[in-house]
């Protein structure tokens, strides 16, 4: 799969967060300096499926312009798949959709996305991510061989 940077203004949620939570998060990704994960997010629609948290944490919190993200096809069983996370609150990809279409978000950990292919680290130094689309030369890197801005190789494992 290939590493994206989003405009996350372009993003759509569909749950909600704990925002105490997500505040750690940003805490944690200012002092290391480095996005370690990326975004999971749909084709066409931009819901975020995984990294809601991550999302709050570079938009509310720190303010980033954009975000490493993973987009897949949300319709391809192959490659993701949706589930509940609790008990008491079944969940399916329609309403995963409706609810970020609608801004009706659904409760904190109701879904829980699994890919059928490795989301490898991203380690994208945080300051880049406030920058200008230019300063990524429009370019989509392959998160599998590592085919990054040499700037980043030294922080890939």
Known sequence: MKLQFLELSTLQQHEHIDVPAARKLARQILAEGIVRQPLLVAQGSH????????????????????????IVDYSDTAQID??????DFPVSRADVLHAAETKKLLPIKSSRHSAHFQIDPCDVPLDELGQSYSAFDGRVYESSNRNLPAAWQGEQR
Do not use: E, N
């Not at 819901?47 to 993973?70: E, M, N, Q, W």
């Open 47 to 70: 819901v975020i499926l995984d990294g809601h948290h991550r999302f709050h944490a570079l938009h509310a919190v720190l303010k980033t312009r954009y975000a490493p993200c993973v």
């Open 82 to 87: 949706v589930a509940p996370w609790r008990t």
